[in-house]
């Protein structure tokens, strides 16, 4: 138990929950990738065979899932551990879940659009964002990853440290609405004074 426990903490959302169709533009130089957590109740079903896989996406010019890449998984890799690339344009991250024994594997990515499942005892997808971005210090961000196929997203069962990162894309136009908003209320107010 935490004695001063900090509340919610922000990340990027459109106030109720996390975005969707979230990506960043890649800025040229290298992206580091550390794994902070793993906390899944996934890796042990059935018979513990299941298991997390965790990478990134290129993503091609007409909005598809291009090129994936594995960074780790969570029967072999470990806290600490990091991966670096450098993307040649918007990229994304993903996470697979294998269920394995001949049940689903699950395919989420953040644009939750792409997510699908298969396998012989695959279900239907859910349509929630499985990935939540917050915010670190300038070009750091810490990503929470659901494996729960129609589960309560708590986005804390896979967690990295992503630095060197652009800013998310789908944020940098709300962000700039927002802004345009507050100067043409404020103008506005100037006006009628």
């Not at 890649?26 to 957590?37: D, E, F, R």
């Not at 965790?54 to 594995?70: E, K, P, R, S, V």
């Not at 806290?79 to 049940?103: C, D, H, K, R, W």
């Not at 589960?151 to 990162?165: K, L, P, S």
Request: proline share 5%; glycine share 12%; aromatic share 14%.
């Amino acid at each position: 138990m935490i004695a001063s426990p900090p509340g919610a903490i922000a990340y990027y959302g459109n106030g109720e929950k996390s975005v969707a169709n979230m990506y960043f533009q890649s800025s040229g130089i290298p992206v580091t990738v550390t794994l902070a957590g793993q906390f899944t109740n996934q890796i042990g079903s059935p018979q513990n065979t299941g298991y997390n896989v965790f990478g990134w996406y290129q993503i091609n010019a007409n909005g598809t899932i291009g090129a994936m890449t594995t960074l780790w998984n969570s029967k072999t890799d470990t806290v600490g551990e990091s991966a670096t690339f450098t993307p040649t344009g918007n990229y994304g991250l993903f996470l697979e879940n294998i269920q394995g024994n001949g049940q689903a594997d699950y395919f989420w990515f953040m644009n939750d659009t792409q997510d699908y499942s298969a396998g012989p005892d695959k279900n239907p997808i859910d349509t929630t964002q499985h990935f939540a971005v917050f915010n670190g210090t300038p070009g750091q961000y810490f990503i929470g990853m659901d494996d729960t196929n129609f589960g309560n997203m708590d986005y804390n069962n896979m967690i990295v440290e992503v630095t060197n990162a652009a800013e998310p894309r789908a944020l940098l136009l709300l962000f700039a609405g927002l802004l345009g908003c507050g100067f043409w209320v404020k103008k506005r107010h100037l006006a009628t004074t």
